[in-house]
């Protein structure tokens, strides 16, 4: 898995940059919170140990942080250090088979692997009883993997990764990193490749390489292994000692550490993608991760343009609505870092409209520096994501890990703390000063012009003559009804001073008029964008202050607005809540903005339409006149006005419509008495018009094609309607999911990533809703050659499945295990409890339902799954969407004789045939 976006220095500033707020009650609410109790220990083959002791949870974070990355790959062999993370996934030379296997067995969660510039990195959660197992399975592949890697497995797993590449590539915009980097660093850099690679080098990949890159760099000295949580030294020092002894050590390795790229002038491009919007994109090089500049770069990005308040965005976006977006990012690694500017123009703006006002923002911040407050707000928002990241073992095993890896020192967030906490207005002026006025690389993307071939009118028979020039232990729960109907629930957990809060509305896409079926996302979308007492940016500016964040969400049937809040802040955030559903102004200029975003998500769709995919599905099974078979269009978005958003806000937004959820260091007491103080005094009914989902399309056989002209993978999505959710039956129904399509091991997914190697991950999955019938649908990119093949092989597996090759007693208690004891890693936080509480309460289930899940689990028979999957699966109702290059794929897709075949464009109109 590629992660070439994240980096330490990215990890920290959205986990620990800054623990030091404007108030201080904040201040004193963070101050112990700060540190991480940790040991350290070396073997003698050079693996370097760090335990961190958590006995809260029965789980252990276990990861294997490697430092070897893309930087270390030599010309010709881009590519190799991520190829070469799936092939350790393969098995080993004492354990056939896929690596996830007996992880999955116990229950693990958060398996996986990435590759970025700098390292490579495999970890998994695990139950306490199943470290012994992971530890073997580290050791073993780190000690005996070569003998397993096989060309059979070379080549399959090359063809994963070249579908992972495709799969990349399709996205708009896909190619602007690869031209930041060939456009910012020298020919000879390491950072200046990409991480996955070109298909010649992958394509050129030997035994004979992956035998010197395993030599080379797997080593013990090479290797940083972390511990975090139910484990102690003791027991960690003898286990490892146990399983890794015998790894070879490897030998050092030297690596520039430091070399930052140099232009001596600006340079400027322009490419054109088939993208709906034009794109600014101006990168800076700085210094490495551990510069103390480049750990203040966060404070610079989101007082320059980040947050909704910053120069670039409040000019370009609010004032002048010359953008419908500008953000700004600091991504650091070990030798260099970036500092990158994006800019998203509003349709009809040119470049050169918006360009000398980001020259003269810029030079304006240049000389005065940085808002203090904006500076403030920054530090209080990251340290509101730190407080409740260290619910998570896999977190601190993340920091720890990457703190040794890359600076030598497990604890170098104290280092950037104190950085953070000094950093004043004028320090940050100057490390723009000191960056900002260097040479840049630029890059605009222009969207396709729509070229088109007229009439021949030239006469060809003769030349024109010459002439003139031309899992789980729920906490106590307590309930209240305030007296305007609104419900609270509230759990008490934790010492740690924050409360996660969660605002049901009972309602959404399902109560929109017919004439506006978007109308709830328009209008969810612009509760925070200005109330009767706060103007959009004034707002953005009250809950910076206070570390609010969060937005809202539309759903179907239920709407939601969620965020985490220091306790000492829990009745001004409600507040604030109270502000923005009760009294929403809904401003023009607001609405316009949301328009446009919307509007260019509407072009970026029609010119890549397979993100289309499962909106055209629903449309295709619950019908076009239906709220859930609805799309966005052009004209359903010009047709959006105030009016319906104030009518649908004054029936549907109400006091007697709301439950709050809350949970973390607080009391029912406490929290009815806020939120009665926030929402009390406000006495509104219901009038919602929110229909029951009720009953899907008559289901049959039917393909539906859509058009990607150029399209490296097609998209495929095939399903049907099945009955509604039933509590009773849900746990069957979601193994006999997860069996056939729903995770990395089913069936779907090793057919056709694992055995054919036409497809990234190939998946299945069941959408749930409260008042109706449910889809089963799956779901996936497949290599546009193979397109047809692939779906002989879904519809293969799927008829197996309800037929000859029913799901066998091994994969249902495989799953079974899975789920049974991954149980506790999913309430690991209070964030997980909310979500159950919440998901139960909708669905008019217990609270705590989710405590007996393990009993539910157990009951499961693979008899039953069985039976379930003739009773659900029908092979003969299947609906297509296939998403792809119809000129390459169209006659095989026909020939497969599925079904009726329709052509759909992006906004599920029926066309006559492809455009």
């Known amino acids: ?202 394509d050129a990949a030997t035994l004979d390489d992956v035998h010197e890159w395993f030599n080379t760099y797997y080593g013990g000295s090479n290797v940083v292994l972390v511990l975090a949580g139910d484990v102690t030294l003791e027991d960690a020092r003898a286990k490892v000692e146990h399983y890794f002894g015998e790894a070879p050590g490897g030998e050092p390795l030297s690596y520039p550490r430091a070399w930052i790229p140099y232009l001596p002038e600006n340079r400027i491009e322009v490419m054109y993608d ?177 070229y088109v071939a007229g009439e021949q009118l030239a006469d060809r028979s003769s030349i024109p003559e010459v002439t003139a020039t031309s899992g789980i232990n729920f906490p106590d729960i307590q309930t209240a009804t305030l007296d305007n109907g609104m419900q609270l629930v509230v759990a008490t957990r934790g010492s740690i001073p924050l409360v996660n809060v969660s605002i049901a509305v009972e309602t959404g896409a399902m109560a929109a008029p017919s004439d506006a079926p978007g109308l709830a996302a328009f209008v969810f979308g612009l509760l925070d964008k200005g109330t009767s007492k706060y103007d959009a940016n004034e707002l953005a500016a009250e809950k910076d202050k206070i570390g609010m964040g969060g937005g809202f969400r539309d759903g179907n049937e239920r709407s939601t607005y969620s965020y985490r809040i220091l306790k000492s802040h829990l009745g001004s955030s409600l507040e604030l809540a109270a502000g923005m559903l009760r009294n929403p102004v809904f401003p023009d200029e607001e609405l316009e903005k949301m328009k446009a975003q919307i509007g260019a998500w509407l072009s970026n769709l029609e010119l890549a339409p397979n993100r289309a995919a499962t909106g055209l599905f629903d449309r295709a099974i619950y019908g076009a006149d239906t709220p859930m078979g609805t799309v966005w269009t052009p004209e359903l978005l010009a047709q959006v006005d105030r009016d319906k958003l104030k009518a649908f806000h004054k029936a549907e937004i109400t006091p007697d419509q709301m439950t709050v959820y809350m949970i973390g260091d607080i009391d029912l007491e406490s929290a009815r008495t806020s939120l009665n103080k926030a929402f009390g005094r406000w006495k509104a009914k219901s009038n919602s018009a929110r229909q029951a989902i009720g009953d899907a399309a008559e289901q049959k056989a039917r393909v539906i094609l859509v058009n990607y002209p150029g399209a490296a993978s097609s998209t495929i999505v095939a399903g049907h309607a099945i009955g509604d959710f039933d509590a009773d039956t849900w746990t069957e ?58 779906m002989r092989e879904i519809l293969k597996e799927l008829e197996g499945y309800t037929g000859d090759a029913p799901a066998t007693a091994t994969e249902v208690e495989r799953v079974k295990l899975n789920r049974t004891r991954s149980l506790p890693g999913s309430f690991a936080t209070n964030a997980g409890f909310l979500s159950s509480i919440a998901n139960s309460d909708a ?13 539910r689990i157990a009951a499961v028979t693979t008899d039953g799954v069985a039976e379930r999957a003739r009773n659900v699966i029908d092979t003969r109702e299947l609906t297509w969407i296939v998403v792809g290059d119809l000129e390459k794929i169209e006659e095989d897709v026909r020939a497969l004789g599925y079904g009726e075949v329709e052509i759909w464009n992006a906004f599920g109109e029926e066309l006559e045939a492809a455009p």
Do not use: C
Request: glycine fraction near 8%; avoid cysteine.
């Open 274 to 450: 088939r993208v709906g919007q034009t794109r600014i994109v101006r990168t800076w090089a700085m210094p490495g991760l551990n510069h103390k500049d480049t750990a203040l770069g966060y404070l610079l990005t989101d007082s320059l343009a980040s947050n909704k308040n910053s120069p670039l965005q409040r000019k370009l976006v609010d004032e002048l609505q010359l953008a419908t977006g500008v953000t700004a990012r600091a991504y650091g690694r070990v030798m260099s870092g970036e500092f990158t500017l994006q800019i998203d123009l509003r349709p009809g703006v040119t470049p050169d409209q918006v360009l000398p006002i980001v020259d003269e923002t810029i030079a304006a911040y240049l000389d005065d520096g940085p808002d203090p407050q904006l500076l403030e707000n920054a530090k209080l928002g990251v340290n509101m994501y730190m407080l409740g990241t260290l619910e998570r073992t896999s977190a601190i095993g993340r920091i720890l890990a990457e703190g040794y890896l890359y600076s030598d020192d497990p604890l170098f967030i104290n280092q950037e703390l104190e950085w953070l906490n000094a950093a004043t207005s004028d320090e940050l002026q100057a490390v723009a000063n000191r960056w900002l006025t260097r040479g840049y690389y630029q890059l605009t993307v222009l969207p396709f012009p729509e």
């Open 1 to 202: 898995m590629i992660d070439a976006s994240r980096t330490f220095f990215i990890l920290l500033a959205l986990t620990f940059l800054s623990a030091f707020a404007a108030a201080a009650s904040a201040q004193d609410e963070v101050a112990t919170q700060v540190d991480i109790p940790y040991e350290m220990f070396r073997l003698d083959n050079g693996l370097t140990v760090l335990v961190h002791s958590d006995h809260s949870t029965p789980t252990v974070f276990v990861g294997m942080w490697y430092g070897v990355g893309s930087k270390d790959e030599p010309e010709g062999k881009t590519g190799f250090a991520h190829l070469f993370e799936h092939l350790m996934f393969q098995g080993s030379e004492n354990h056939e088979g896929e690596y996830f296997s007996p992880f999955t067995d116990a229950g693990a969660t958060g398996m996986n692997g990435t590759t970025n510039e700098d390292r490579t990195n495999y970890f998994a959660t695990v139950p306490s009883g199943a470290l012994d197992m992971a530890l073997w399975m580290e050791s073993d592949r780190m000690a005996n993997l070569l003998g397993a890697v096989t060309q059979e497995v070379l080549d399959e797993q090359r063809g994963v990764v070249q579908n992972e590449k495709r799969q990349g590539e399709t996205r708009p915009y896909a190619q602007v990193y690869d031209k930041v980097r060939a456009g910012l660093y020298p020919v000879d850099h390491p950072y200046r490749h990409s991480v996955i690679g070109s298909m010649d080098d992958l």
């Open 733 to 790: 129904l979601s193994i006999m999911n997860i069996v056939i399509g729903g995770a990395f091991e089913s069936r779907l997914n090793m057919n056709l990533r694992e055995d054919k190697g036409w497809s990234y991950g190939y998946r299945s999955s069941i959408s749930r809703n409260q008042s109706g019938d449910m889809t089963f649908s799956t779901r996936g990119q497949v290599q546009t050659d193979k397109t047809a093949d692939s």
């Open 843 to 855: 669905y008019g289930l217990p609270f705590d339902h989710a405590e007996t899940a393990a009993d």
